[in-house]
């Protein structure tokens, strides 16, 4: 693209700033090395140059905001006018990211908003800086729990957590945090447990204790697959649940790969199908699945005797 004119050399810096400071808030410097990048303009950006692109803004009703060395757009020449309704359901979003237990995506999530209020009325940018806040200080240790384990999380260290397997039994494991997922007024952990090369879900209601280990966890995953048939009308009839697929298929049954669902879970669930299902493995999947049948028949007994 051919350089332009030195008459709309200006114009178009103008115009480039405000499309930067659009984008995100940055400082003076950082304009510079944005405007630098691009070959179409001369380097000419004195503090006098800056003064007057910020007074071009002001004539156009644009607020520019300085905080330290950062340069903020309060608002924009375009404006987006939302419903009451539209309002309450963007303030429901925002309090749903302290759920996510991402920082990933709760920081893309808030950059985007930052970036879209700029598009709103004065009114409107109160009411969501307001709940953004407010987001804010829920995520940054208002609940010392949440904090705790979503440091154990990022640390992506070995923890072994301690919990109840059932009212009486007690079970302790090393595993991985994978995911952290608030639910029904609890909190599940979802793990990794390279022992079993399977998921876990522990709740937090269940939990005795937590230690984090000094070892890194590994970034190598493999989740061991946990193959069932199912027969006769169930087959005709079931739903592949997430991380499942179908490995092959006849008139009378399928036969299903699981992969990443907890086990505990699994094996339950795949009881409730009684005769129309059989696990093909792996050994330790059957084992366990004949064991749980003989603790429920054995518990059935005891209840009938007392």
């Known amino acids: ?70 340069y903020k757009l309060k608002n924009s020449l375009l404006k987006v006018t939302l419903s009451k309704n539209e309002i309450e359901v963007l303030i429901d979003l925002i309090k749903y990211i302290r759920k996510l237990h991402n920082k990933k995506i709760e920081s893309e999530l808030k950059g985007l908003l930052y970036k879209f209020i700029k598009y709103t009325d ?90 984090q280990s000094p070892q890194k966890a590994s970034n190598s995953q493999y989740l061991n697959s946990v193959v069932f048939r199912l027969y006769g009308r169930l087959a005709s009839l079931y739903k592949l649940k997430t991380s499942e697929t179908v490995l092959d298929f006849s008139k009378d049954c399928i036969t299903v790969s699981n992969t990443e669902e907890d086990k505990d879970i699994l094996l339950r669930r795949l009881l409730k199908y009684g005769e129309s299902c059989k696990i093909i493995k792996p050994q330790i999947m059957k084992d366990e699945f004949i064991s749980l049948t003989k603790d429920i028949l054995k518990n059935l007994q005891e209840d009938k005797i007392g």
Do not use: H, W
Request: charge should be neutral; proline fraction near 1%; aromatic fraction near 10%.
């Open 122 to 211: 004065a009114n409107t940018q109160e009411v969501i800086l307001k709940a953004l806040q407010e987001a804010d200080y829920n995520m940054n240790g208002n609940n010392n729990t949440i904090g705790f384990l979503e440091k154990l999380l990022y640390d992506n260290q070995l923890v072994t957590i301690t919990f109840y397997k059932n009212k009486s039994v007690q079970e302790s494991i090393t595993v991985i945090i994978k995911e952290i997922i608030e639910k029904n007024n609890d909190i599940v952990i979802v793990c990794y447990d390279s022992s079993k090369s399977r998921n876990k879900k522990i709740y937090l209601s269940s939990i005795i204790s937590i230690k």
């Open 1 to 70: 693209m051919t350089k332009p004119e030195k008459n709309f050399d200006t114009g178009l810096r103008i115009l480039e700033v405000l499309k930067i400071l659009q984008e995100k808030d940055m400082s003076k410097n950082d304009i510079i090395n944005e405007l630098k990048n691009n070959n179409l303009f001369e380097s000419v950006y004195t503090q006098e140059a800056f003064i007057k692109y910020f007074n071009t803004f002001e004539l156009f009703g644009l607020i520019i905001e300085k905080e330290k060395n950062v």
